[in-house]
């Protein structure tokens, strides 16, 4: 690993006076030549020994990061691809959330669909109720608040205003009583 430039033995605040520490670490998780060769093909810049560390544990490679840079996430740093993996945000998803109508969204957009579990049916859902001119975060606030179609209906009845913030302010009416 030293002559490929990852110095196990320096650099790490946590296992600095132990070095053997992150050298077993290393080959418990399987950090090994062969993935800092794979990672260093795909051109990734200023990779570190803790980059190989989180690579080795995520399972990203040069493989997935080319997949997401073929995907327009050409600048994805190895914490940005670490929540990849984490997030389920693979170049279909990319892809699905393209076809939802949200091109060109930022990484973190996709992150937070991720986590509030933004999904074509629940879009679906929500437009065909009317609100159709929705962002990202307006569709992330609607599943905070747990704003489905059905909600959607029994607000419109009761002449609540077609739009997010009306919706939210309803649904905070209504947990408060």
């Known amino acids: 690993m030293k002559s490929r430039g990852f110095d196990f033995e320096q650099n790490s605040d946590d296992d600095e006076r132990h070095p053997e520490n992150r050298i077993f670490t290393?080959?418990?998780v399987n950090v090994t030549t062969a993935l800092a060769?794979?990672?260093?093909?795909?051109?990734?810049?200023?990779l570190k020994v803790e980059d190989l560390f989180?690579?080795?544990?995520?399972?990203?490679?040069?493989?997935?990061?080319?997949?997401?840079?073929?995907?327009?996430f050409n600048n994805l740093g190895m914490e940005e691809l670490v929540k990849a993996r984490i997030f389920k945000i693979d170049a279909d998803?990319?892809?699905q959330v393209?076809?939802?109508?949200?091109?060109?969204?930022?990484?973190?957009?996709?992150?937070k669909m991720q986590i509030f579990k933004v999904t074509p049916e629940f879009i679906t859902e929500v437009r065909n109720e009317g609100l159709t001119n929705l962002q990202v975060e307006d569709i992330v606030k609607l599943?905070?608040?747990?704003?489905?179609a059905e909600f959607i209906r029994k607000a419109k009845?009761?002449?609540?205003?077609?739009?997010?913030e009306s919706l939210v302010q309803k649904r905070i009416g209504v947990a408060r009583r």
């Open 54 to 72: 989180k690579a080795a544990i995520f399972k990203v490679n040069s493989a997935f990061m080319r997949e997401m840079k073929a995907s327009g």
């Open 93 to 95: 998803f990319v892809r």
């Open 98 to 111: 393209s076809q939802m109508g949200f091109d060109k969204e930022p990484f973190e957009s996709l992150v």
């Open 157 to 164: 009845a009761d002449g609540i205003p077609l739009d997010v």
């Open 26 to 28: 290393a080959a418990m």
């Open 37 to 46: 060769d794979d990672l260093t093909s795909a051109e990734f810049p200023n």
């Open 143 to 148: 599943r905070i608040f747990k704003i489905d």
